[in-house]
């Protein structure tokens, strides 16, 4: 059976699991957290989470898992067929992740762990998160999905990518990236909906207040 390591608290580690879940693929999962141990690092190189245990061997990086999962899993299908459907779909799920996710996650210590980011970093992040969601803003098609009528990989990136980086926004520059886009909250609302989400959601809940707590601690020893 695939393993799947990660932490509930972890927003890649949830794309992963909401995407075996939806496609109905079996699978154990591992309670893991980062680390940067020899050990670790064998089994995913950056000492990220998530990677997935496979019976050939580990996976690492959440796209890859993704495209794996459909690869073994194509009775539900999260990536359309038609090519060009499929390639805005993988589009979106870039954008998301580069122009959104990543720089929201630079400021990830100072939004949610109590910890100080440099001037310098916030401002580029508060650039570049404006010009994320208004890029968002250009290709999304929120019909009701981020690219039509159907769920797919990139709503899974969306919901588990915009929302922290919408909070940022809030938290750290006093912005409302999500103002301008109100079928973008419909469609989080429509998604917090589902069952697995639903589910995920509980799990990651149950798990912040101690997550929280364990990276303030690290971040307080060492400044
Ligand atoms: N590019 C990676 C990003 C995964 C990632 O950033 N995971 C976080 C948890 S949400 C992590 O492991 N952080 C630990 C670290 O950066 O040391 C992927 O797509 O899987």
């Known amino acids: 059976m695939l393993k799947l390591y990660g932490f509930p ?10 995407a075996l879940l939806e496609k109905g693929i079996p699978f154990e999962y591992v309670l893991t957290f980062p680390e940067q141990t020899p050990e670790f690092l064998a089994r995913s190189p950056r000492g990220k989470v998530p990677f997935l245990g496979t019976p050939q061997g580990f996976i690492n990086e959440a796209d890859a898992i993704l495209d794996y999962l459909e690869d073994i899993g194509p009775a539900r299908r999260l990536l359309p067929e038609d090519p060009h459907v499929r390639a805005t779909v993988r589009a979106l799920m870039k954008e998301i992740e580069l122009y959104i996710e990543l720089p929201a996650r630079a400021c990830f210590a100072e939004a949610f762990f109590g910890g100080s980011v440099p001037a310098a970093i916030k401002s580029k992040a508060r650039e570049d998160l404006q010009a994320g969601f208004a890029t968002l803003r250009r290709h999304a098609r929120f019909a009701p999905y981020v690219t039509g009528d159907t769920f797919t990989l990139a709503d899974i990136v969306f919901l588990y990518s915009v929302d922290l980086a919408a909070t940022v926004g ?26 697995h989400v639903k589910a995920i959601a509980a799990k990651r809940e149950a798990g912040t207040a101690a997550f ?3 990276v303030r601690a690290r971040l307080q020893a060492t400044t």
């Open 170 to 195: 809030k938290q750290l520059f006093g912005l409302d990236l999500l103002g301008d886009l109100p079928a973008a909250k419909t469609l989080l609302q429509r998604l917090g909906e589902n069952p």
């Open 9 to 18: 608290v972890s927003n890649y580690t949830n794309m992963v699991e909401l």
């Open 212 to 214: 929280v707590a364990a």
